[in-house]
């Protein structure tokens, strides 16, 4: 993303922190629920207690609350553009590893990661294809060990209510971009009706 497409993430964040606080609505999700289902989803690509992880646009750091109240306590590490966000997750889990920036901010070694996780954050309209989307799963993919987890909103869903500054994916062409990285790639769209999400797993 460029420089304007950053400030005006940050701003966004910014004003929908001061509106509603600690919050769901903070982070443009309808509900704790549905932010739930979706942390569901993506842990079920294997995430379990002791590995390391790292979340791209971690918000508040939600995930990681949601792993230790399941019982799968994991080396946490998570990246959001927004430095509020950041600000109130390192009071709310002053033991995780939180940094602010993007992605492409940091220079991670290849592998560092057990998994890579990433929910909602690609779903912002960029005007571009899709294009930064794509080289976000692609490096996602290079930092992981054993896979990446990652949902989008889905444009093939007939309900799926006007989009404003969002955008939507086809989940039969990302999950064919994601096949020419990894063969071993899985599209669940069975838990939310406008939603997907995408498993890529790395062999053995």
């Known amino acids: 993303m460029d420089a304007e497409q950053r400030q005006f993430l940050i701003e966004r964040h910014h004003g929908s922190i001061a509106l509603h606080g600690y919050s769901p609505h903070a982070l443009f999700w309808t509900s704790r629920g549905l932010q739930k289902i979706r942390f569901k989803v993506i842990s079920e690509i294997g995430i379990a207690a002791g590995d390391s992880l790292l979340d791209v646009g971690c918000g508040f750091a939600d995930l990681q609350s949601w792993l230790l109240g399941h019982n799968i306590p994991v080396v946490y590490t998570g990246l959001d553009l927004s430095p509020e966000m950041i600000s109130a997750a390192e009071k709310m889990h002053p ?18 990661f057990d998994w890579l996780v990433l929910s909602g954050t690609l779903n912002w309209q960029l005007n571009d294809g899709g294009e930064y989307a794509r080289r976000v799963i692609a490096r996602m993919y290079e930092l992981c ?3 990446l987890a990652f949902n989008m909103l889905n444009a093939s869903c007939r309900n799926m209510p006007e ?15 994601c096949r020419e990285i990894s063969p071993d790639c899985r599209c669940r769209t069975d838990y939310l009706e406008n939603d997907f999400t995408i498993y890529m797993r790395k062999s053995a």
């Not at 995780?96 to 290849?110: H, T």
């Not at 989009?163 to 971009?177: G, R």
């Open 145 to 147: 060990r054993h896979g």
């Open 163 to 177: 989009l404003h500054d969002l955008v939507a994916f086809e989940p039969e062409e990302m999950l064919a971009f």
């Open 95 to 112: 033991k995780a590893v939180l940094l602010c920036g993007e992605l492409f901010d940091f220079e991670f070694a290849p592998a560092s």
